[in-house]
């Protein structure tokens, strides 16, 4: 396998798929065979014989975010709305991440709103841009930044807000085994940031009694 090159740890590079040498399928199920030796099973019996080729099956989903351009998915957008200025929200949009500490699930939804200016887009594609960044590894502060940051920069509206709400594999099923434990980041600009009142208005829209401290 090639070596691998150290990764920036610049959050606003982190946003582009990083372009690395990556290990062969061969070599990722290998990979895997060893971690099930490292846990203590037998990789040569029945049920684990084909277990490396579904991890890695799985991986390509789990992780498919690096091989998407979430830019890409809200360059086509529409403009003949008559006008429309209020807000558009998308609530409630369920995701997996994986945390990028413990490759474990993170577990979630994000609710994601902004202020048009001119043009919108098709709001099918807001859901793809949390699921572009969702399937990477993550923290989920970097994960609220990314989405809003990029709908921000590609649409250019009057301003962009972000809440997610997710419980961490990591901190539920070991470590510190906190059930039932939620984290909530979110990431508001523009006149979400500027303004009180739109914060308010998109807090009460999405309805989340945890959320009243931002108010
Ligand atoms: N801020 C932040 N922390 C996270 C996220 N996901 C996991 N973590 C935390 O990352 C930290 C990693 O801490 P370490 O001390 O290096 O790892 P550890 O010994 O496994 O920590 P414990 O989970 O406390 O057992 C832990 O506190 C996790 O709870 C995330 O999305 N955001
Ligand atoms: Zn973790």
Redesign the pocket.
Known sequence: MTPLVRRSTDPAKLAVPPALPRPTREEAEAAVKTLLLWAGEDPAREGLLDTPKRVAKAYEEWFGGYSVDPVDMLKRTFDETDGYDEMVLLRDIRFVSH?E??MAP?VGRAHIAYLPLNRVVGISKLARVVNAYARRM????RLTAQIANTINDVLEPKGVAVVIEAE?G??TS???NTHGTS?VTSRMLGAFRTDPSTRREFLTMIGNPQNTAML
């Open positions: 945390c500490h413990h993170i993550q923290i989920q502060e961490h990591c901190m070991r470590g510190v984290m």
